[in-house]
């Protein structure tokens, strides 16, 4: 590639930053972009201004062809800066924002000579709608390239002409999907469904992207023929109702209102471009506007944070797992599909057999290549004799929720492993000062605090304790990295972070429900406020035995009663989803729940009952240090409970909402129902405000 301050014949004196621009033999220019002082390409709005320019150029004197790809091998290009859109959110700067950004790849669209994307790696949001404004696009057919418009995530929709153009490439069904689930699509799935030209290998990327600028493509009659049917105004009338009915099943409007605003301006807006641009980004703005937008922004950033307080160096290749029940063999499975050499431990060969035959579900779940299938599951090896510790650099505990239990394990099994090697405890909610005692090494043993299920829940707790080593917790951070985990370091404490803030909510649920409102009507409650399945479920997919287990722990310590449903433990057969039956019967993996009786009203304090000891606790375990800050509580919080996202986290959540006056609700509700809703230490506390 030319460097920024090479002149070239058709670019004479332009000098670029960002981009670098290098004229062909055969008359293609090559324009590739390098954001300067990144390390991955995004969209802020110098980079936009300086292609513009570049286009402006291009225009004047136009070359056979024009090639854009990234100069760049972590990926094509990433995106808008999202921190440029934060600011632009406060500064109520938005619409300047993405009339810029259509104004350029308009501009790019309407250049007077064939131009195509060539992608590598990731293509997102704003990389996909610069792609999409490009006459072709080829992309390489390396595992790693992934092409999508995941703009939903954050509370809005593309807005740079994204919405307007891929329903007219692919066909609207084909478009809305992408865009309303933020999904990606590998380089074969692009290609199949006409968003890319030709799929071929990375090096000669350039060189086929070149090609097909000279020589141009007919699409297939079949992908033409459905951009241009799926978007007639007859079709928009039938299509999105069908659409706004599969939303709807999923998001709340007043909850997530962008999937909705996405599908009625494509319903609404007929005519040219520009009336489909300007409606796009008028609709786009005002949703940038809304609180929604602002906290989904505000969790991508507690994401990246919590991401980037990991490193790379975690000295781990062999993890041994001991338990192997649901949490400790789902741990082992996903730590071998990760790419670990791991070992599986139980008291009895049934059990192992178990787990193994569950994580051969998940491999042929996730490792689409049949033939790469057997070397993924080779990694995992039952290993009833234990053998595996002593070459572990790792070794995750995972048995039954009992300190006495637990030690002595760690008396058995410490002995036996290396000098450097890590002992950990998948303990939900027992404090890390009673587990250690006896432990040789303390500066090694640490939690290692997974969510079930380990396949789905992003977050894993790293349980600190007062002798723990600083080396421990790096190790562990970056472990809980390579296999694709968010980690939180938190306190010791009983119930830790997330079980200790979802311990009050659940064990309310149970009560209301011991007092006689139906499941249902409690799970209603919960899903309407923005919680992904309600507390009664929650419970039964957890299972009453483990309920009841962090329940003795936690209650004590928490001053809160336990309901007899939970008090006594599980009834044998009757343990929630694992036994088929629990609070709900369970069919098909699914819970059976009663239909509500005709004219039934749930308690009109049903909702405040459920939520406020959630932050009631949240608060108290920020008074008490549990977390360094307010937002690690609320990125905890909101990714291992899957709290309503749209809320920002607890914290966020009172702080908008106004701590006064949800602290006179929880008065209010002690009045009515008892001390167990006496507000804890932090009301009063500045981070709240």
């Known amino acids: ?87 632009f959110d406060a500064t109520g700067n938005v619409g300047g924002a993405l009339q810029r950004g259509q104004q350029v790849f308009q501009r790019l669209a309407e250049l007077p000579c064939p131009t195509v994307a060539a992608i590598h790696g990731f293509c997102m949001g704003g990389g996909t709608e610069l792609a999409l404004a490009c006459d072709y696009r080829v992309a390489s057919k390396d595992g790693s390239t992934r092409i999508g418009l995941p703009e939903v995530k954050l509370g809005i929709y593309p807005g740079w002409g994204g919405s307007v153009r891929l329903p007219r490439l692919v066909g609207a069904p084909a478009a809305l999907d992408m865009m309303l689930t933020g999904r990606t699509l590998s380089a074969n799935a692009a290609r199949a469904n006409g968003l890319v030209d030709k799929v071929v290998d990375k090096a000669v990327l350039v060189d086929s992207a070149a090609a097909l600028a000279l020589k141009g493509r007919q699409r297939p009659f079949k992908q033409r023929f459905m951009g241009w049917a799926t978007n007639t105004w007859l079709a928009r009338q039938v299509i999105a109702p069908m659409t706004l009915k599969q939303v709807s099943r999923k998001a709340r409007k007043e909850h997530y209102p962008a999937p909705y605003a996405l599908i009625n301006t494509w319903k609404n807006t007929g005519g040219g471009t520009a009336r489909k641009l300007a409606a796009e980004r008028k609709s786009v703005a005002r949703l940038a506007s809304t609180p929604t937008a602002r906290n989904l922004i505000r969790v991508f950033f507690l994401q990246e944070r919590l991401k980037d307080t990991a490193g790379r160096d975690h000295g781990i290749s062999r993890v041994h797992v001991i338990g192997a029940g649901v949490m400790g063999g789902d741990i082992a499975a996903w730590s071998a599909y990760k790419g670990f050499e791991v070992t599986l431990n139980d008291r009895e060969q049934r059990f192992i057999d178990t787990a193994m035959n569950r994580a051969g579900e998940l491999f042929a779940k996730k490792v689409k290549d049949e033939g790469k299938r057997p070397a993924v599951a080779a990694r995992l090896k039952s290993d009833l004799a234990g053998e595996g510790a002593a070459s572990a650099d790792l070794v995750i505990e995972a048995i039954i929720e009992r300190a006495d239990a637990k030690r002595d394990l760690y008396a058995s099994v410490e002995p036996r492993m290396k000098p450097d090697a890590l002992l950990t405890s998948n303990t939900s909610s027992i404090p890390l000062t009673e587990l250690r005692e006896g432990v040789q090494r303390p500066g090694q043993f640490a939690g290692l605090h997974y969510f079930n299920p380990v396949a789905l829940m992003p977050l894993v707790e790293i349980v600190r304790h007062d002798a723990m080593s600083a080396d421990t917790e790096a190790r562990l951070a970056a472990f809980c990295k390579a296999i694709g985990k968010l980690p939180v370091p938190v306190a010791g404490t009983p119930g830790f972070l997330v079980n200790r803030v979802l311990f009050p909510y659940m064990l309310e649920a149970v009560t209301a429900h011991s007092e006689g409102v139906p499941g249902k009507a409690i799970d209603q409650a919960a899903v309407k406020f923005g919680m992904p399945m309600g507390p009664i479920e929650l419970v039964d997919t957890v299972g009453l035995d483990v309920a009841a287990g962090v329940g003795a722990e936690l209650s004590p310590f928490l001053g809160l009663p336990v309901p007899a449903a939970l008090a006594g433990g599980a009834e044998p057969g009757k343990r929630g989803k694992k036994d088929g039956q629990g609070l709900y019967k369970w069919e098909d993996g699914k819970a059976v729940k009663p239909e509500l009786p005709e004219n039934y009203k749930a308690p009109d304090d049903l909702q405040d009952r459920l939520v406020l000891p959630l932050l009631n606790e949240a608060v108290a375990c920020l008074h008490d240090g549990v977390v360094a800050d307010a937002d690690l509580l609320d990125a905890g919080v909101i990714f291992g409970t899957g709290f309503a996202p749209f809320r920002g986290g607890p914290i966020q959540y009172i702080r908008e909402t106004g701590a006064d006056a949800l602290l006179e609700r929880l008065k209010q509700l002690q009045a009515r129902h008892g001390d167990r809703f006496a507000p804890r230490p932090g009301w009063d506390s500045p981070k709240l405000r």
């Open 1 to 87: 590639m030319a460097s920024p301050d090479t002149a070239l014949p058709t670019l004479d004196g332009l000098r670029l930053t960002h981009w670098r621009a290098q004229a062909r033999p055969d008359g293609v220019m090559v324009v590739a972009l390098d954001r300067a002082g990144e390390s991955v390409n995004a969209l802020s709005q110098d980079v936009l201004i300086e292609l513009d320019s570049v286009l402006e150029r291009l225009a004047i004197d136009p070359p056979k062809g024009v090639v854009f790809c990234s100069a760049k091998d972590s990926g094509f290009i990433a995106g808008a800066d999202i921190k440029e859109f934060q600011g």
